[in-house]
């Protein structure tokens, strides 16, 4: 792996139904999808990957397992790590919680499933690959733009992510009655925000990917069956954001301009 500890490296959604996901989100984000390895198409309980149109690999797609069928179809995001036992007993000592321990996938890399003291999951990761993962990339149409942590303490969450990957606060904008939205820095660069989780929403990340026209985008989700939760709505910068869900009921958000695709 050639990213810098602490770096988001790989999108991952888990779903109830893996083939209405790919042409949603093919339709939707403009990503292909084949299994892994690049088989066409993949079957409906194998491991797929979405390439977003720069050929570049930016996630994966997979049949919710039975354990995690309870909390419905989510998207989940890799934190690449140093070392994946270590992280994952430094999360454990932080407070979070190891749900899946390390484990080496061959050819793929050693990792782990976590939560964080407040209870939002991730996965940590250590890739197999020496290459630098591009699945988030800020700007790139098809790609992780942003990551927005849902937390019941968000102060309390800015300490954890600081400690567990020196994850720095680059400001924060007021939000009245609901505090800050505090901005993430990592290596030079913003790679999300915290924020107290509103009323009726559970501790979790939500995560963004970068599209062209907002309205289009908008209509393209709505046409889909997924439902646009809020938005568009401008956002510090000059881009605009949604927040959907998509048929089966994962939550994700898309960034675009107001101009032309």
Known sequence: MGNPHGTPIWYELLTSDPDAAAAFYGDVVGWTCAGFGGTAG????????FTAPDGEGVGGLMRLPPPM???GPVWLFYIGVDDVDAAAA???AGGGAVHMPPTTLEGVGRLAMVTDPGGAAFYLMRGASPEASTAFKRMAPGHGEWNELYAPDDQAALAFYAEQFGWTK??????GEMGE????GHDGGMIGAVMKAPPGERPRWNHFFRTGQIDAAKARVEAG????TWGPQEVPGGDWVIYATDPQGAAFGLVGNKGTE
């Open 42 to 49: 993949g079957d409906a309980d194998g491991y797929r990957v």
């Open 69 to 71: 069928a309870g909390q």
């Open 90 to 92: 430094k999360v454990a």
């Open 170 to 175: 680059e400001g924060a904008m007021p939000m």
């Open 181 to 184: 939205y505090s901005f993430l």
């Open 225 to 228: 069956g997924g439902t646009v």
